[in-house]
């Protein structure tokens, strides 16, 4: 079983190559294998979390170089949660996609794999470098999947986006040579021992690098001042892309965790950016807050809704006690699953109301909308942080596991101003409508998948107390890097 | 040779960074494509400059360092890649919205 590591970045890596090579014609046949290919994903996500879950890192040696050398891929608890969340979050996403989106461009389903690649790749490898190399694929994949569809506002959110990461790219790479010119290495539990043996000049070289790198995976995560591209792009973006993209701020966040939480844990450099991403991570919020209130569209609103839980998580992230790391994984579980459905209920909604779609304008009612309604409603509480959905049970651990006054201020406060957007928007949608859209029914499947995303807010909150501990075993593990290095040059030595 | 290679990597990336800012897409591309030579440079400087060396340890004096090489080649590629994919993004948005302003607008006075 030590092969089902790298399982993941195959399985989709795989079903994107065999679906460049099928012919044009045979959308049924696309549709079925990126299916099969997503579903795949779960079965293995749950047993790598098996393995994970008894608290054994594994360490998979990449054409067996030994460890500081070649290019290891590392399971720990955290990056087998993350992996678990994307395959829960990507079949969702997938099915809606398969309703017809899938055919307004060429290629969704191949990108849409190769994206998947790209992310559990990111969340899965123990190398600098690598995570470079895998933060580029599904970077690829997702520029082809952001735009796919046709409009100017895509192709003009899309050149942001674009241009916005290759100078992320760009930074990124400076960083790594900074890294590897002071320390002569870039396997993540190497560079840590390195790292903390550094003085002197190549101590501020090393600064320097793990700065650039907070910058570029800032700029992933969507913090200020760096999350101006997003809500334009998410919002222009075909709805079962955008709720895969829900994942991807959550890349960002999971690096800024693995790099600070271990890269720089030891030695002069430990706690290396902490305050200033304190500091960013509670403006995010506020703004974002703001962005909700002000949010013409229903799809731009959720995607400051996504900005908001950024603010939320990297908070928690900086104040780095294991509690604080644990009660924000929930909330993160919580977030990226629920903004997913969101911005599949979005769609829906603008399904129907002809030239208005999501803008939030009194018109014909939304077809479906007594459903549509009720699940706008749910979805609402739950992000919104409400008892008794799980988005109450995730601010509480955090406000206890976090006790600062201006945190719970803003979290607070960003919640009820969210709360007087949301309340708008659905009183205009649904409430003010003016007689009946386009007499069409709602589709089974897209309902079906909008559902399946927005019913794990009541499931979360049902069974709160074992995930959450699940949460604190994670962050258990994340506290203490010694383990994971141990694992990686350990694994190393006894190849020899 | 350090100062020559770091007033290169200098100039580069100076020059991309101020293309990048500009409004046309266009320029913005150059300024990509100069910041990475900049950034090319840089991560292969980063293995330490030494000339005719062997790069295996312990069959010359100071042996250099291969991997910086492997490091910028895929680099490189992931580079021209983007770029290409980024003009072909620019062309469309040329088309579609019939201006090459990075934000689709009107012309103001700069070009």
Known sequence: MEHLIIAPILIPAFAGMLLLLEVRERQRLRRLTGLLATLALIPVALGLWQQAASGDIGVYQLGDWRAPFGIVLV??????????????????????????????????????????????????????????????VLLIASYGLALHGRGPARVKGGIHYVVLNLIGSALFLVALGLAYGTTGTLNMADFAVKVSELEGNSL?????????????????????????????????????????????????????????????????????????????????????AVGVLGARRLGEMVAYLLVMSVGTLVAGLAWSSPAAFGAMLYYLIHSTLVCGGLF?????????????????????????????????????????????????????????????????????????IALIGLSRAGSTLFWRATGDGEERSLDGPRLAATVALLA????????????????????????????????????????? | MEVMLALIIATLVGCGVYLTLRARTFPVILGITLLSYGVNLFVFVSGRLSLNQVPVVGMSENASDPLPQALVLTAIVIGFAMTAFLVVLALRGQGEMKSDHVDGGSDGEDG
């Open chain 1, 456 to 496: 794990t807010t009541p499931a979360l909150a049902i069974w709160g107390e074992p995930v959450l501990e699940a949460c604190l075993a994670v962050a258990g593990q994340w506290a203490q890097p010694g383990l994971y290095i141990d694992a990686v040059l350990g694994a190393g030595e006894s190849a020899l």
């Open chain 1, 344 to 416: 599949l209920l979005a769609d829906l909604v603008s399904r129907g109301r002809g030239e208005l779609a999501d803008r939030l304008e009194a018109g014909p009612s939304p077809v479906g909308r007594g459903v549509l309604g009720a699940l706008f409603f749910a979805g609402a509480i739950a992000v919104v942080g409400l008892p008794p959905l799980s988005g109450f049970i995730g601010k509480v651990a955090l406000m206890q596991a976090v006790p600062a006054p201006v945190y719970w201020l803003l979290l607070l406060g960003g919640g009820l």
């Open chain 1, 75 to 136: 399971l720990d608890r955290l990056s087998a949660l993350m992996v678990l969340l994307t395959a829960v979050l990507a079949l969702p996403a997938l099915i809606y996609g398969s309703r017809g989106d899938d055919r307004r461009g060429a290629n969704f389903h191949a990108l849409f794999q190769l994206q998947l690649m790209g992310i559990n790749g990111a969340f899965l490898t123990g190398d600098l470098f690598n995570l470079f190399v895998f933060f580029e």
């Open chain 1, 204 to 288: 501020d070289l090393a600064r320097l690098s793990g700065l650039l790198m907070w910058v570029v995976f800032g700029l992933k995560a969507a913090l200020f001042p760096l999350y101006f591209w997003l809500p334009a792009t998410y919002a222009s973006a075909t709805a079962p892309v955008a709720a895969l993209f829900a994942i991807m701020t959550k890349v960002g966040i999971y690096a800024i965790a693995r790099v600070y939480g271990l890269a720089f844990s030891g030695g002069a450099l430990a706690g290396l950016g902490r305050d200033p991403l304190w500091i960013l991570a509670l403006i995010t919020l506020g703004l974002a």
